[in-house]
């Protein structure tokens, strides 16, 4: 009696595995790279951009809600004083700043 050894069958080959995992996942990267990351990052931008261009005399909203005038603003600064009320005034760091309401010109010293 002659048993011949039984052959695995050739099967799919590895490289198309590989493939076939490899590409959606590029795919997948390259799409919330367009749909999420791109976009908070130029959001982050013009928020600094934002940030850098405050001048006394600007109407600004802070990250609490608070709407205040500047009084002052110094470029070498990342604080700001900004007015509340009549007698209120309160020092607020430049990257809090949600919004620039109004830009007037600068007050003259």
């Known amino acids: 009696m002659f048993i011949l050894p039984a052959y695995a069958q050739g ?3 590895g490289g198309d595995a590989l493939g076939g995992f490899l590409i959606p996942m590029l795919l997948m ?13 130029q959001r982050a931008k013009e928020h600094r951009e934002m940030v850098a261009k405050v001048r006394r005399g600007d109407t ?3 990250s609490g809600g608070m709407i205040g005038r500047v009084t002052k603003a110094l470029d070498n600064s990342d604080e ?4 509340l009320a009549d007698s ?14 109004s ?7």
Do not use: C, H, M, W
């Open 60 to 62: 600004v909203v802070t």
């Open 11 to 13: 099967g799919a080959g």
């Open 80 to 83: 700001i004083e900004v007015e």
């Open 88 to 101: 209120l005034k309160v020092r607020i760091l430049r990257s809090t700043l949600l919004d620039i309401r």
């Open 29 to 41: 990267v390259v799409i919330f790279y367009f749909l999420l990351i791109r976009p908070q990052q």
């Open 103 to 109: 830009k007037n010109e600068p007050v003259k010293d």
